[in-house]
């Protein structure tokens, strides 16, 4: 019997992966780039057990068996990395021996908190180090094919997915842009307004978007490629100004792509739209970018400071957003900050750090 177990992080994209161009090879219709969180309060944990007496290949997920189906994104990722195996001459376990899968999240599921990101991420890994296959671009295909957004969870720091332009994918790879110690003191805040499971999966709202949306194609065409390049240079430079104006605009326009989707996806509430406010007020009272919010397929935001930054915009949200009923361990999470404040903490909280 061979074990392992991995751990894999949560990325959260600052120009937003959107629509494909082939559903199964999960090919996307632009670039995007992210930043990778720390694991030390989101991540999800998985360990595959490879045995000659399992019959079957078996997954659970956060406790609940999962079906293992042929043709699934799960079995998908399992008989590339099979093949990569193969290729690499890796006789550690024999591919005929059956797995069994258990991967738990720490983080909601399917809430739009990236869980397909880390989780699948989070396989294609552990199945690499089982089978002894190095870290490559490569293993990066493989996890696209579990989620699009697993393949920039691979590497930390910020990383950029190319759309690629080969039909069998093989170019449509993540490579990191600069290590998680590039910008040491670039923090993120995600404000958890709502962790229930989300109504319209990413997957399907993408689909439903490059068939009905008129407004992908410009963003795809004309506003993503520039976007792509000024945000490489303001994270080469730390230049926040620039991260944090590219950053908002490409959650506002991938929101406004949903919405322009027929019928429409809403993703984003009214606290989303209160916090969105807020954030612009805030930056308009300190004169410059302080904060820059960005919301994946879900009412959740999460917020990019400097770490300089962090206690006030901290206590500027936990006035703005007060919570009476809050018991502070359950509201504020990941931040080393007095109880006092904790007990008027706005909504649910983690901080992390790139
Ligand atoms: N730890 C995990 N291991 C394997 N698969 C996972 C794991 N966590 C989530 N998934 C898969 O990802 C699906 C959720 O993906 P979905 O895109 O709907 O939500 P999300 O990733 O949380 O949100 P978003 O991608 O919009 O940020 C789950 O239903 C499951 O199939
Ligand atoms: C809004 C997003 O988070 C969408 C993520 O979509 P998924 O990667 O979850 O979709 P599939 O490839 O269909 O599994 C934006 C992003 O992470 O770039």
Same mark, same amino acid.
């Given at each position: 019997m061979f074990s392992v177990t991995c751990v894999a992080p949560v990325?959260?994209?600052?120009?937003?992966?959107?629509?494909?161009?082939?559903?199964?090879? =999960?090919?996307?219709?632009?670039?995007?780039?992210?930043?990778?969180?720390?694991?030390?309060?989101?991540?999800?944990? $998985?360990?595959? $057990?490879?045995?000659?007496?399992?019959?079957?290949?078996?997954?659970?997920?956060?406790?609940?068996?999962?079906?293992?189906?042929?043709?699934?994104?799960?079995q998908r990722c399992l008989k590339e990395v099979h093949r990569l195996a193969v290729a690499n001459g890796s006789q550690k376990v024999p591919p005929t021996w059956k797995l069994h899968i258990a991967s738990v999240n720490n983080f909601p599921t399917a809430a739009g908190l990236a869980s397909s990101a880390a989780g699948y991420a989070c396989l294609v890994y552990s199945l690499s180090r089982l089978y002894d296959i190095p870290l490559s671009e490569e293993l990066t295909t493989v996890a696209r094919q579990g989620s699009g957004s697993a393949c920039r969870s691979l590497y930390g720091g910020f990383v950029q997915w190319h759309r690629g332009?080969?039909?069998?994918?093989?170019?449509?790879?993540?490579?990191? *842009? #600069?290590?998680?110690?590039?910008?040491?003191?670039?923090?993120?805040? *995600?404000?958890?307004?709502?962790?229930?499971?989300?109504?319209?999966?990413?997957?399907?709202?993408?689909?439903? #978007?490059?068939? $009905?949306?008129?407004?992908?194609?410009?963003?795809?065409?004309?506003?993503?490629?520039?976007? =792509? $390049?000024?945000?490489?240079?303001? *994270? #080469?430079?730390?230049?926040?100004? #620039?991260?944090?104006?590219?950053?908002?605009?490409?959650?506002?326009?991938?929101?406004?792509?949903?919405?322009?989707?027929?019928?429409?996806?809403?993703?984003?509430?009214?606290?989303?739209?209160? *916090?969105?406010?807020?954030?612009?007020?805030?930056?308009?009272?300190?004169?410059?970018?302080?904060?820059?919010?960005?919301?994946?397929?879900?009412?959740?935001?999460?917020?990019?400071v400097l770490a300089e930054h962090v206690p006030h915009l901290l206590s500027a949200i936990q006035k703005v957003f007060p919570n009476d009923l809050a018991d502070g361990d359950t509201y504020l999470r990941g931040l080393p900050i007095p109880k006092v404040q904790m007990l008027s903490a706005a909504i649910g909280f983690t901080g992390c750090s790139c």
């Open positions: 990325n959260i994209a600052l120009i937003k992966y959107w629509g494909k161009r082939h559903e199964e090879l =999960i090919l996307p219709v632009n670039d995007s780039i992210s930043m990778t969180l720390s694991t030390d309060e989101l991540c999800a944990k $998985t360990t595959v $057990t490879a045995s000659e007496s399992f019959e079957r290949n078996r997954m659970w997920l956060n406790g609940e068996e999962v079906p293992f189906e042929e043709g699934s994104r799960l332009a080969l039909d069998d994918g093989s170019d449509s790879v993540a490579r990191q *842009i #600069a290590p998680s110690d590039h910008w040491p003191n670039m923090h993120v805040l *995600i404000l958890v307004v709502n962790d229930a499971r989300k109504k319209t999966a990413s997957t399907r709202g993408m689909q439903q #978007a490059v068939k $009905t949306s008129q407004l992908i194609k410009h963003r795809v065409e004309q506003v993503v490629p520039d976007r =792509i $390049t000024r945000l490489r240079e303001a *994270i #080469a430079s730390h230049d926040f100004q #620039a991260f944090a104006e590219i950053t908002m605009k490409d959650s506002n326009q991938f929101h406004a792509v949903a919405l322009d989707t027929y019928p429409p996806c809403v993703y984003m509430n009214d606290v989303s739209h209160r *916090i969105v406010s807020f954030v612009h007020d805030y930056n308009d009272r300190m004169g410059s970018y302080h904060a820059a919010y960005t919301f994946d397929a879900g009412p959740n935001a999460c917020l990019y």
